[in-house]
């Protein structure tokens, strides 16, 4: 889990519940190394580099990835080199809101070679705008300009691994919570380089999925799936993003297609007990039963790393 509030778990709170449902469904045990974006950052390497190798290390020993969503332009740079390095090295990523538009800038700037490519959030001034302000306004919905709420996802790739987990519907709803876009005016140049936008709001100008069709599992989602995750039902992202890690992923697309839904096989545990916390290497108990930056092990059966 690579963000900017490790040491605020409970900012991760939902995210952390979402991996945990969709681990439990794999029978896998979660183990969670909490990564602090900033620490990625080349600036940390001079600053601190004990934590930036300790980072590194981290993120270089995951089975998968996941870059959450989040404002501001604090640890950016180090979540797009978290995406980066799960691109280039095949390793199951899964990138929610700002976690997918990073995603974006980081395949434009190094795929596709526009090193200027930003989101006008960041950079207004940006050539290469990958992620502009989309506002919405709405005489239903509360919130401004943010796109907030439930909206529906059609999908436009119909053998893409979301679409498969998902059980092949034609479109899902799920919760919105942002204002910034990808930029619709780049989706062509995109498409033509390799990354796919499988699914799309009603208009085809929002872009709400992403694919890397070669790659073992590159998924970024505009929404907020883990808002709907449940134990009993947990969300198909999330347990794409664990089936992946684990090597579960081609069963689990076989068996969505196949109408059979993924569920939760095994009760979740007290969730009053406390989970070990490796804090820069040293472990410690949390009194409250958070975490920190480190790991924190969650119930299961097996073992793998998220």
């Known amino acids: 889990m690579v963000g900017k509030y490790t040491g605020l778990s409970d900012s991760y709170l939902s995210v952390l519940k979402a991996l945990l449902h ?19 950052e080349d600036s940390t390497a001079s600053e601190a580099p004990d934590a930036y190798k300790a980072a590194w290390t981290l993120l ?14 604090r640890g950016v740079k180090g979540k797009m080199m978290a995406a980066k390095y799960a691109r280039e090295n095949n390793v199951p990523y899964l990138g929610i809101c700002l976690g997918m538009q990073l995603a974006v800038v980081e395949f434009a700037r190094h795929v596709m070679k526009f090193p200027d490519a930003d989101s006008t959030e960041f ?10 302000f989309m506002p919405e306004g709405s005489k239903t919905h509360m919130g401004g300009t943010m796109r907030l709420g439930s909206r529906r996802t059609f999908f436009k790739v119909t053998d893409c691994k979301s679409a498969k987990l998902y059980g092949d519907v034609n479109y899902v709803d799920e919760r919105h919570r ?3 876009e990808v930029n619709p005016d780049m989706v062509p140049a995109f498409e033509n380089a390799g990354l796919q936008f499988v699914g799309k709001d009603e208009t085809g100008q929002r872009m709400e ?7 073992r599992f590159f998924v970024g989602v505009q929404f ?5 995750s449940t134990p009993s039902k947990p969300s198909p992202p999330f347990v794409g993003l664990i ?7 081609d069963q689990v697309l076989q068996d969505s297609c196949n109408g059979h839904v993924v569920a939760a096989k095994h009760k979740l545990g007290d969730s009053s007990s406390t989970p070990l916390v490796h804090q820069n290497g040293h472990a410690q108990k949390q009194a409250n039963g958070g975490v920190a930056n480190g790991t924190c092990h969650a119930n299961g059966n097996g073992s793998t790393h998220g």
């Open 22 to 40: 969709a681990s439990v469904s794999c029978h896998k045990k979660l183990v969670v190394d909490w990564v602090a974006s900033t620490d990625l």
């Open 60 to 73: 270089k020993g995951a089975d998968g990835v996941l870059v959450p969503g989040g404002f501001g332009d």
């Open 123 to 132: 950079n207004p001034n940006t050539k290469t705008p990958c992620v502009i």
């Open 178 to 180: 942002h204002r910034y």
């Open 209 to 215: 999925i992403i694919e890397i069709p070669d790659h």
């Open 224 to 228: 907020h799936p883990e808002f709907k």
């Open 243 to 249: 089936a992946a890690a684990c090597g579960q992923l």
